[in-house]
């Protein structure tokens, strides 16, 4: 079988990063990526040799990007009819009208997580249900946080057999890149509760019993999860045995805060910046070593979240489940990961 044909619709903050992501890959290729219009970022996809592409099919739209100095390759349905699975990255909501393009066109299809999983009726993270998404026509990758949840989580509850989580999501208010949103100077509550990142772990895991709350709060490098989960007696876990676990999990860096000073979100966005990452990303989700503890069958924890990347492996496991090119979702996780770092000469 020749590489599986991956296009991107909307290459942006999460597009471009799955674009690098599947291009360090030796089983897949970039056949084309999209943008709306002209802008700075069509200066990336030219400088990596992928063919851009325009959102839409208008003639007029298509030719704007030549006034501009862009080879506009054509428009979305051209973009569609060469490729095997396209990665929707488009800003969440639009999911219901791209859906219908792709159906028409006879492509796979994944989301990301600012769709509903209603969309689709079924969603993807690599630890927890690879497996269920195997030959899918479509599917979603679950959000960031929500991925986040399932790295930690899922192991826990492989072992235990049963688990219940209470949670509170302090989401950054934007991306770096992002002036739209906020708040700058303020704690605002998600008012509507229970918030959807902890159900949304259901769609993957249905077996993990959760709720979170959530919070934004003035800043733009990463999320922070404080969790509360509740193991069944008899679980045989120590605090100890609970991060060897996670130390053996992929995809977890467990680190002390204290002795490596690394005891807030900045340190540990400096800390991803040395490990050399295109755009400093992190994507492995960092659990501090020091705070977690378990207390009879009580576990606390913190984890902390690299929002723009932590779904980008995901997305390339997503894609051999969704093309039935690699059953068992650990060597897909090995081989991809290994294949990133590669690609980053680290
Ligand atoms: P973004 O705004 O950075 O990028 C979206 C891109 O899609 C832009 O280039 C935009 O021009 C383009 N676009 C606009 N309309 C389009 C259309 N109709 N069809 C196709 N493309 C269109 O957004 P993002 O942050 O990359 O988010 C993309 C998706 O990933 C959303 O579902 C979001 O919820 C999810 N997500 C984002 C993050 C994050 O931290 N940014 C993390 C995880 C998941």
């Known amino acids: ?37 002209p802008s700075f970022g069509c200066d990336l996809a030219v400088k990596k040799g992928f063919p851009l592409f325009c959102t839409f099919d208008d003639k007029e739209k298509i030719a704007a990007f030549a006034t501009q100095g862009y080879e506009c390759s054509g428009g979305i349905s051209q973009m569609l009819a060469i490729a095997d699975v396209v990665v929707d990255c488009s800003p969440g909501k639009m999911g219901a009208e791209n859906l219908l393009k792709y159906q028409n066109a006879g492509v796979k299809y994944m989301f990301q997580g600012g769709e509903k999983h209603a969309l689709t009726g079924l969603s993807y993270t690599s630890c927890a249900n690879h497996s269920a998404n195997l030959n899918a026509a479509g599917t979603r990758v679950v959000s960031c946080n929500t991925t986040g949840l399932s790295r930690t989580l899922v192991p826990l509850y492989d072992h235990c057999g049963s688990l219940t989580v209470e949670c509170t999501m302090i989401r950054r208010a934007a991306d770096p890149g992002d002036s739209k949103k906020g708040p700058i100077n303020a704690i605002k509550p998600v008012l509507s509760v229970p918030s959807h990142h902890g159900p949304d772990v259901m769609t993957v895991k249905p077996e993990i019993s959760i709720n979170s709350l959530a919070v934004a709060v003035p800043t733009t490098i990463m999320h922070v999860h404080s969790i509360i989960a509740d193991l069944p007696s008899g679980h045989g876990l120590t605090t100890n045995s609970i991060l060897d676990m996670w130390k053996n999990s992929p995809r977890i860096i467990v680190m002390s805060g204290a002795e490596n000073k690394l005891t807030t979100t900045a340190e540990v966005m400096e800390m991803a910046r040395d490990i050399g990452r295109k755009w400093g990303d992190l994507h492995e989700i960092f659990v501090w070593e020091d705070g977690v503890k378990l207390v009879g069958d009580r576990l606390y924890y913190f984890q902390a979240i690299h929002q723009e990347s932590d779904v980008i492996p995901e997305n390339v496991d997503c894609i051999r489940a969704l093309m039935g090119t690699e059953t068992d979702w650990r060597a897909s996780v090995a081989k991809t990961d290994a294949a990133i770092d590669a690609y980053y000469g680290l």
């Open 1 to 37: 079988m020749g590489k599986i044909k991956v296009a991107i619709n909307g290459f942006g903050t999460i597009g471009k990063r799955v674009a690098d992501a599947v291009d360090a890959q030796d089983d897949m290729e970039i056949i084309g990526v999209t943008k709306t219009g």
